[in-house]
């Protein structure tokens, strides 16, 4: 995330609260889910149910992870005074732009009970693995470079390659749970047709 690599005090400050919102919005969800989990749904919701209950956990754990490291790491960078350089600032931003891309997509894909975008999102994996090392190349070449807090950078760089994966994995674990939520409707639609309408021959008498 950028605010790891450019963000000031009062970025990382508006992220904390950001996050503190999205987690009370959480326990209103998960609330209400919990609700209506005691009533009688019948399986086929109740198997929806669960599933949202899976994604709002998931975008849970979205906000914790900024809350907790992106936050963290931003802060060491700015008592370590470290600047990324311009090269690397702009090596980090395909990756940073695709994984929040992904994240939005994944969210919509929720929202819209859109399978197509869901699998978007997943086959996106591809495309992440190959952005992420192409910024761990570029982070190889410079930590030998002749700059003051090379390792502290690096070190801090290179978790920030990681948070973007883990960021990318909870939008992927979204848009499965969305691909598997219509996969079971499907399939029990299927049953319903096929119990309403017998097969004729297996009645008659042999």
Known sequence: PRAILSG?????????????ESTRLYEAIIGYLSQLSRLELGSERTAKLAHLT???????????????????????????GIEPSAATVA?????NDAVGEALLEAVDSVRNEDVE??????????????????VNRHLSRRVI?????????????????????????FAKRIAKEVVASTQEVQ?????????????P????PS
């Open 8 to 20: 000031g005090h009062q970025g990382l400050k508006r992220l904390e609260v950001r996050s503190a």
């Open 54 to 80: 899976t994604v709002a956990n998931t975008i849970d754990h979205v906000g914790d992870t900024i809350a907790t490291n992106v936050v963290s790491l931003g802060a060491e960078r700015l008592r370590a």
């Open 91 to 95: 090596v980090f931003k395909g990756l």
């Open 117 to 134: 975008m869901a699998e978007k999102v997943i086959a996106r994996k591809p495309q992440i693995q190959a952005l992420a090392h192409e």
């Open 145 to 169: 470079a002749d700059e003051p807090n090379r390792v502290a950078a690096f070190r801090i760089e290179s978790d920030a390659v990681e948070i973007l994966q883990r960021l990318y994995y």
């Open 187 to 199: 399939e029990d639609s299927v049953v319903e047709g096929a119990s309403e309408h017998p097969d």
């Open 201 to 204: 021959v297996a009645d008659v």
